[in-house]
T-cell receptor, first 111, second 116 residues
Framework: SQQGEEDPQALSIQEGENATMNCSYK?????LQWYRQNSGRGLVHLIL?????REKHSGRLRVTLDTSKKSSSLLITASRAADTASYFC???????????FGTGTRLTIIP | GAGVSQSPSNKVTEKGKDVELRCDPI?????LYWYRQSLGQGLEFLIY??????PDKSGLPSDRFSAERTGGSVSTLTIQRTQQEDSAVYLC????WGRGESDTQYFGPGTRLTVL
């Protein structure tokens, strides 16, 4: 079963704009990770944020985590055509190493 | 170094046949995970290994599914008597399990299984 919902399900923006995706989850977590998937194949790890962290940056990526609201957001700044992909959040809880994935956001960057 | 590799990349089989899917984790990674991704179910956990043992098999959908890992490295996922609903992309991931804390899981390219 899916742990979380991602919002929006699909997003199309112009190249150069910022893209924001949201993820909500249901249970307490140990950490939350964001992954990118191109063409329905392998997942590429983007960033991991631990439950005691509130914000993390990596290059053009900014992730926030609000454990009180059980939600996270992924911001991609200055988007590029190569950012076109599906983005998934995934959580794991304490003592349970498996990842539970959200439903994903399909991001399309229009050149 | 090399990432997680999976073989075959694509597998087409007839209903009722058995299939074996292989995963080579990143060298030195002690934990190995199998997931599958299908249109109707999204990404679902199947099984995970710590070394050669499988503490969590809760995601295996039926007793037709089994997995093993030998030498703390390569893993094989076997599906017996395949059914059409087994059609999906099967993804393998590995991570370095240190100090009892979970870590980033690195995924392979997946095996696309089509059951006719």
């Amino acid at each position: 079963s899916q742990q979380g919902e991602e919002d929006p399900q699909a997003l199309s923006i112009q190249e150069g704009e910022n893209a924001t995706m949201n993820c909500s989850y249901k249970t307490s977590i140990n950490n939350l990770q964001w992954y990118r998937q191109n063409s329905g194949r392998g997942l590429v790890h983007l960033i991991l944020i631990r439950s005691n962290e509130r914000e993390k940056h990596s290059g053009r990526l900014r992730v926030t985590l609000d454990t009180s609201k059980k939600s996270s957001s992924l911001l991609i700044t200055a988007s590029r055509a190569a950012d076109t992909a599906s983005y998934f959040c995934a959580t794991d809880d304490f003592g349970n190493e498996k990842l539970t994935f959200g439903t994903g956001t399909r991001l399309t960057i229009i050149p | 170094g090399a990432g997680v590799s999976q073989s075959p990349s694509n597998k087409v089989t007839e209903k009722g046949k058995d299939v074996e899917l292989r995963c080579d984790p990143i060298s030195g990674h002690t934990a190995l995970y199998w997931y599958r991704q299908s249109l109707g179910q999204g990404l679902e956990f199947l099984i995970y290994f710590q070394g050669n043992s499988a503490p969590d098999k809760s995601g295996l959908p039926s007793d037709r599914f089994s997995a093993e890992r030998t030498g703390g490295s390569v893993s094989t996922l076997t599906i017996q008597r395949t059914q059409q609903e087994d059609s999906a992309v099967y993804l393998c991931a590995s991570s370095y399990w240190g100090r009892g804390e979970s870590d980033t899981q690195y995924f392979g390219p997946g095996t696309r299984l089509t059951v006719l």
